[in-house]
């Protein structure tokens, strides 16, 4: 009897190693809405979003956090859309086993839309990032930095994260048009509270992403 259930364990636990070991591909939709209906701040006839940046890592990576100096790839992400040095940075942090290879989707020509993007995980980077500029603007932008997609040795079948407007802290210009007003030493990010995006309830979302696990 002890026998049979050592053997019955060593073979759920042989399952299990192998489960863990198991990668997953998420389907991920961003959706922003940003109209210019929630706040009173203002809205720029031109409001759009820049191309979006995302990627698969390890908890030892982390694309931006509050109260921390952006990297300079997320800073220009930030303050003119541009992801060529932020794909720089990761190719260095894949190199060191960190990151996977970044996707990048096209931007959206309104403030009111989705990005629609596949991801391969694996145990070792089990979670996502990405970032998108919110334009015109000084240097705020949107995203979401370490979302973890395997939990207790299990895969999160849907999960819906809530989407904040942030401030790089690279251009301390005031609002949507005007000339670049670089920020020198440059500043840690920050949730943005501007009043365009703020409601008689406060700060709202601007969007949700959603990640699936697709079969």
Known sequence: MLRAQLICAACLWAHAAFAESDGATYRVEVSFDWSGQAGAGGHPSDAHWSRLIAVAHSARYALFADGQTASTGLALVATNGRVSVLEAELAETRRRGRAGVPVV???LETGVGTFVLDLALDP??????????????????SGASG???????????????PLWVWDAGADHGPDFEGPNMDTQPRQSVRLLVHPAFLTARGMTPIGTATFTRLP
């Open 147 to 161: 979302v973890a997609l395997l939990v207790d040795g299990a895969w999160v079948e849907r999960l819906d994260v």
């Open 124 to 141: 070792k980077l089990s979670q996502v990032s990405f970032a998108t500029m919110l334009a015109p603007s000084p240097d705020w932008f």
């Open 105 to 107: 989707v096209p931007g």
